[in-house]
């Protein structure tokens, strides 16, 4: 499945990313292990903030994010139906491109 963007146009560039999610609006979720999380509707531009664990999930189900991870060289993009899993604790941030909607997993 392909997002609704050029991905070989779009050249993730961390610095410019941590730019944005600071001038944008920040949604922070806290995640226990022993509840699960209701789905989070983003407008675009918008950005979720994740204090991840190991094996933590974001599944997109709609739209499409930018996800980054600390301490990860490589930023991840996911179209509806991806799911990106963390292979570290740290914060992990996803922007959305367009009106996309995520579920973090526990």
Request: charged share 25%; net charge positive.
């Amino acid at each position: 499945m392909t997002a609704n963007f050029d991905q070989a146009r779009l050249a993730p560039d961390r610095a410019l990313f941590l730019r944005l999610a600071d001038a944008a609006r920040i949604i922070v979720v806290r995640l226990t292990r022993h509840r699960s999380t209701p789905a989070i509707d983003l407008a675009p531009q918008a950005v979720v903030r994740v204090r991840a664990h190991v094996g933590q999930r974001i599944r997109c189900i709609a739209g499409s994010l930018w996800i980054t991870q600390d301490g990860d060289p490589k930023d991840h993009i996911l179209a509806q139906g991806q799911i990106f899993c963390a292979d570290r604790r740290g914060v992990l941030l996803a922007y959305a491109f367009e009106r996309s909607r995520l579920t973090p997993e526990v």
